[in-house]
């Protein structure tokens, strides 16, 4: 069974930084996409970015640009999520996500629905 775990979520203050970790287990890394969802109180869940298997790229969300990266380590396991100059908008809570057998779609045409596996989150809080 697939398993991610999420981890390095916390507190930070206005233009600091994280880097939250994704430590994968059980997917079968070949047609396979990992995201980073977030989704603050009250709204909806929307893509930081994802990282698929066909060009093997990542993508980012216009709000993500600039500020985050999306990374691996060896073999494609843990994947991590750094975050710089954070601001209050960043609040959420992150969540890791895979997608298996995703064929000849790419992840950025892919949403929330289409991943079948779900870290349990990790809450990143940003003062103002």
């Known amino acids: 069974e697939v398993l991610l775990v999420e981890s390095g979520g916390g507190l930070v203050q206005v233009g600091g930084s994280l880097k939250l970790d994704c430590a994968v287990s059980g997917l079968t890394f070949e047609d396979y996409a990992v995201a980073w969802f977030r989704q603050a109180p009250g709204k909806e869940r929307e893509m930081v970015s994802c990282f698929d298997s066909l060009d093997s790229s990542v993508d980012y969300a216009d709000a993500a640009k600039g500020r985050f990266t999306m990374f691996d380590d060896r073999d494609k396991n843990p994947w991590h999520l750094a975050l710089n100059s954070l601001t209050p908008e960043d609040t959420a809570i992150y969540y890791c996500?895979?997608?298996?057998?995703?064929?000849?779609?790419?992840?950025?045409?892919?949403?929330?629905?289409?991943?079948?596996?779900w870290g349990q989150g990790t809450q990143v809080t940003v003062s103002s």
């Open positions: 996500a895979a997608a298996e057998d995703i064929r000849t779609v790419f992840c950025r045409v892919l949403d929330a629905d289409d991943y079948g596996y």
